[in-house]
């Protein structure tokens, strides 16, 4: 199921409406434009999620993925990548693929056949993973931390510095944020920005106490949703500095009952 989602995302029908006809009236339509590519194949897909999304027990949620036009990235041209290799880079895009896709440091693989960029990002998840479980941030790599969380967005498609998310996020969002927490396995779910949170509140009707939401079935957790600001945000930004004493303690203690098991 989790594999018909992740190739549906992929190749989203409102993607293929746009060549079909640019001049239709798509929601999304200035993000797909903003790739700036001429035919359909060209198209690097929209990204579903990183990881392996049904057992990671921690998710982190963004609004959606940047661009970079010269990396090894899926298209849509299936000479290229056929489903087999779509599936294989998302779902084993920190490791264990039949490509390495991202270093151990999380810096991608470009056409030159070097790794760049990324680091910084990915370094703060892989903290914040560490910091959640409760591990040592420097003993630990991404790959390291790659066993134990997925990574989605808002929205799919890619786009530099946030372009045209805003226009797409209702469309995005109502087509598939629902189906993808759904046959998500975290039990931690770090939300990075207000547009997320904004999001979620209309979607979800999720509003936060604080820094963090629990919902609830009765009286027992089933997930907690925890809201930071954009790793790349000039604020604090760190877990342990946005959460009060606390808040990190529920959620460090949520952790270690629910998901610290490797």
Not at 20 to 48: M, T, W, Y
Not at 57 to 74: C, R, T
Request: net charge positive; hydrophobic share 30%; with cysteine.
């Amino acid at each position: 199921m989790n594999e018909k989602l992740l190739m549906e995302i992929a190749h989203c029908p409102n993607v293929e409406k746009y060549f079909e006809n640019k001049s239709a009236d798509i929601p999304c339509k200035d993000i797909i434009k903003s790739q700036g590519v001429k035919s359909l194949k060209e198209f690097q897909l929209p990204e579903p999620w990183n990881g392996k999304i049904k057992t990671a027990p921690i998710m982190f949620l963004s609004s959606n993925p940047g661009i970079k036009p010269d990396e090894v990235f899926p298209t849509w041209s299936k000479g290229l990548w056929p489903d087999d290799r779509v599936i294989d880079f998302f779902t084993n895009r920190f490791g264990g693929g039949k490509k390495e896709w991202k270093d151990e440091d999380g810096k991608s693989l470009y056409n030159d056949g070097k790794y760049k960029g990324g680091a910084k990002f990915w370094g703060s998840i892989k903290n914040t993973v560490a910091t959640i479980r409760r591990e040592n941030k420097k003993k630990i790599t991404l790959r390291d931390a790659a066993k134990h969380f997925s990574s989605t967005e808002i929205v799919h498609c890619k786009s530099k510095s946030e372009k045209g998310v805003r226009k797409s996020s209702e469309e995005c969002a109502e087509k598939y944020l629902c189906r993808v927490l759904n046959i998500s396995g975290a039990k931690v779910v770090v939300c990075y920005g207000q547009h997320v949170k904004e999001v979620l509140k209309n979607q979800l009707g999720i509003s936060p106490s604080g820094h963090i939401y629990k919902d609830k079935t009765g009286k027992m957790i089933k997930r907690i949703y925890v809201f930071l600001p954009h790793p790349n945000a000039r604020v604090k930004r760190k877990i342990e500095k946005v959460l009060n004493k606390s808040e990190l303690t529920e959620v460090n203690q949520f952790a270690k009952k629910y998901c610290v098991a490797d």
